[in-house]
């Protein structure tokens, strides 16, 4: 049996990791973003284009005022758990703050629902935990690689995305979409997937 991958935020960084697991059965991996950072090598520094570096000031952006919650989560998540695990007011309160103004509101309740009525509160911020104590892969990945990128999200970076995966073959940019694409923007996030997949035949 063959397999694909398709990914989004934490999907992003579990999908190629199954390519890299059983490249034998994974036809081909899709996400929305590719996280590929800095190694502190100058040189890779030199060659980052100006769209690049644009990336890096939003990237540092982030880093500077909303990486709050991704630090709670990898560093003590069992304090903010329990917390959210019994209050539906808290979860809902956290959840809130993360999604932002992009989405409606029905999109924040029912997305916050599906933590609370699963009990999976706990389990999804100990990802983070678990994630930053891992052992990460230092090979790059090999099974073909595609990217849908959009406006108001994570700015992937070719430069360090080609070290870390060796067969990107498909890279689009869209204007708008942000972080929820697959709700904001269903149709092109659709319509790229079929593209992606259609070339692996």
Known sequence: ??????????GSFVSPEVGRVDPEHVVGVHVTQIFSFPSGD??????????????LEVLQWFYDNKMSFNMVHSQQPQTLSYGIFDSPAGLLGWNAQLFGEDVDDDFILTNTMLYWATGTATSATRFYYEDAHA???KEPTTVPLGLAMFEGDFVSMRTFAERDHKNIVHWRSYDAGGHYAAHLRPDVLAADLRDF????R
Do not use: F, S
């Open 1 to 10: 049996m063959r397999n694909v991958g398709v990914g989004n935020d934490g």
């Open 42 to 55: 100058p040189a890779e520094m030199a060659n980052l284009t100006d769209e690049e570096r644009k990336g």
């Open 135 to 137: 052992e990460h892969p």
């Open 197 to 200: 997949y259609a070339a692996l």
